[in-house]
């Protein structure tokens, strides 16, 4: 499990280097993420356009990120594929993040 | 019933729609981080002849990965005991069914969680992190039974898709 960074238009955007977010990786993603959004602009975009799946634990890790990142700033997440947009609308959880299908769309919609 | 009996509903479907279905097949692993990914691995590989688009396979894989960390976190929660975790998955006029049978613990109470949707009207600190597996299984699969079988932990379930899909 990989995560790439980088800032751009004031927005921190970390990118996922893998196909899945799932029990066996979900800690490790957790952990980078902490890493990864320390610090840094206010809104953190998380790209997921290369995830294909997520399960309960990559949910729960994710929403875990966004405690971490605070009520102050802000956690988006963007290029969303079928099964994880999935997820996300089964468990309500789409009422909780700012979705976007891609990152190009959330860096417009974000941007001041 | 038990755990290795198939269950009926075969009888009625002619030669020519049985032989276009998938035969049934077995994966077997053994618990661990990687036990459900391993596993989804061979099941998906095993189901490509259907052809499956992409939100029933997501479905598919949801519902087992689901099911499969359950026995790897509460059925085997010792990572220095592991143990076999077998998966059946046949193919039917009404979806694929898919029987889990493991050696860890027994399910509390000898029944699976109520699967009730996570709370997220809440305050942001109280945001849920778990416990959305059985309410994703409940929400996405039919049929769901549990039954413990002397050491054996059996769970069955419906995945209603590829009703019409036949072997290619």
Not at chain 1, 4 to 10: D, K, L, P, V, Y
Not at chain 2, 49 to 77: C, K, M, R, W
Not at chain 2, 122 to 132: H, R
Not at chain 2, 147 to 154: A, H, M, V
Request: hydrophobic residues 40%; contains cysteine; glycine residues 8%.
């Amino acid at each position: 499990m990989e995560l790439s960074s980088r800032t751009e238009n004031s927005f921190k955007i970390v990118s996922v280097q893998g196909s899945r977010i799932d029990a066996a990786v979900a800690i490790e993603f957790k952990d980078a993420m902490r890493a990864q959004s320390d610090g840094g602009p206010d809104t953190v975009i998380l790209d997921l356009s290369e995830v294909e799946f997520i399960d309960s634990s990559g949910l729960g890790a994710i929403v875990a990120a966004m405690k971490h990142i605070g009520p102050d700033r802000t956690l988006a997440l963007a290029g969303l594929t079928p099964t994880v947009d999935k997820v996300f609308r089964l468990t309500r959880m789409d009422s909780v993040f700012s979705l976007f299908s891609t990152l190009e769309g959330a860096l417009d919609e974000l941007r001041v | 019933m038990n755990c290795a009996s198939e269950q009926n509903g075969l009888s009625s479907q002619s030669d020519a729609s049985q032989n276009a279905r998938l035969p049934s097949f077995n994966v077997a692993v053994t618990s661990g981080t990687f036990a459900a990914r391993e596993a989804i691995g061979m099941l998906m590989e095993k189901l490509s002849p259907l052809q499956l688009d992409i939100e029933e396979s997501g479905t598919f894989e949801l519902v087992v990965a689901e099911a499969l960390n359950n026995v790897v976190e509460h059925g085997y929660p010792d990572p220095a005991n592991c143990g076999p975790i077998k998966i059946n998955c046949t193919h039917k006029s009404n979806g694929l069914h898919v029987h889990i049978v493991d050696q860890g613990l027994p399910m509390p109470d000898g029944k699976t969680p109520l699967g009730l949707a996570a709370e997220v009207d809440v305050d942001f600190m109280d945001m849920p992190e778990g416990g959305f597996g059985w309410f994703l299984i409940k929400d996405l699969a039919k049929d769901v039974q549990y039954e413990r079988q002397g050491d054996k932990n059996c769970l069955r379930l419906r995945v209603a898709i590829a009703m019409n899909a036949t072997a290619h």
